[in-house]
């Protein structure tokens, strides 16, 4: 006798996925409950159910540990603990007056730059560069340094010497960095172009502590030699970009 498709469907019953897909929805219900149980956790609550939760995860004591410690009440006791020391509150107010602070800081010395070095200014000799939590100022190594040396172009002295007062009257922490292009050099002073750029660096920092009192303690000296460029070292006029060497002021340490 032939079995029609309609009879052996009623004899095997349920199709097989049905079982997968209740298990899934029973799976769904326990979460939904236990997420309901912890919407309002306190002390009762948790030792009622953080028992039952350990054992599912089967983390044993650290689970109970771990979670008690995060969700205890301040002045509320914990399972085998001492009530919680409530903890201070922290204020905005102290960050947003600092940064206040700063701004009006950076605008200030931004503004009396602009205004005391004008003329380097308008002529590249001198560039100024925000970079929103610092300030860079660049000078070209053609028009600061003598070719292939350390010591500073003449007319150039007095130009660092206006620069030097304004970071004296300004806040916050000074880096002083030399940069070389990529052409090699080597001669009895300087092995090569890190000696050459440190070198540079290291003689704009003299002149600001000793022509302007700049305190020590705020500045930091580099020399990166060709390793930072600024543009690709491809042509004369490029490589005359990359000497450089550049004052950071860094806006963070301002305190207004």
């Known amino acids: 006798m032939k079995i029609t498709a309609l009879e052996r469907r009623k004899i095997e019953g349920a199709p097989r996925w049905m079982v997968t897909f209740a298990?899934?929805?029973?799976?769904?219900?326990?979460?939904?409950?236990?997420?309901?149980?912890?919407?309002?956790?306190?002390?009762?609550?948790?030792?009622?159910?953080?028992?039952?939760?350990?054992?599912?995860?089967?983390k044993g004591e650290k689970v109970l540990a771990t979670t008690s410690q995060q969700t205890a009440q301040p002045g509320q006791a914990g399972p085998g603990r001492s009530k919680a020391k409530p903890q201070p509150k922290l204020s905005s107010t102290a960050g947003i007056v600092q940064f206040?602070?700063?701004?009006?800081?950076?605008?200030?010395?931004?503004?009396?730059?602009?205004?005391?070095?004008?003329?380097?200014?308008?002529?590249?000799?001198?560039?100024?560069?925000?970079?929103?939590?610092?300030i860079v100022i660049r000078?070209?190594?053609?028009?600061?340094?003598?070719?292939?040396g350390a010591d500073l172009a003449g007319d150039f002295g007095p130009t660092l010497l206006r620069i030097a007062s304004i970071l004296r009257a300004t806040q916050g922490q000074i880096l002083v960095s030399g940069h070389t292009d990529n052409s090699p050099i080597s001669t009895a002073r300087f092995r090569s172009n890190w000696d050459l750029s440190t070198a540079r660096a290291v003689t704009v920092v003299h002149f600001l502590m000793e022509k302007a009192g700049v305190k020590p303690?705020?500045?930091?000296?580099?020399?990166?030699?060709?390793?930072?460029?600024?543009?690709?070292?491809?042509?004369?006029?490029?490589?005359?970009?990359?000497?450089?060497v550049e004052i950071a002021l860094q806006i963070s340490d301002f305190e207004g």
């Open 139 to 148: 000078f070209p190594g053609a028009t600061s340094f003598i070719p292939g």
């Open 23 to 58: 298990d899934l929805m029973a799976l769904l219900f326990a979460l939904f409950v236990l997420l309901l149980s912890f919407s309002n956790v306190d002390s009762d609550s948790f030792n009622k159910n953080a028992g039952p939760m350990r054992d599912a995860f089967l």
């Open 100 to 134: 206040d602070n700063q701004q009006k800081a950076k605008r200030s010395f931004l503004w009396q730059f602009r205004r005391s070095m004008e003329r380097e200014l308008a002529s590249s000799r001198v560039l100024l560069i925000d970079e929103g939590d610092r």
């Open 217 to 244: 303690s705020r500045i930091t000296v580099r020399g990166f030699a060709d390793s930072r460029p600024l543009v690709k070292n491809t042509t004369p006029e490029n490589q005359a970009k990359n000497r450089r």
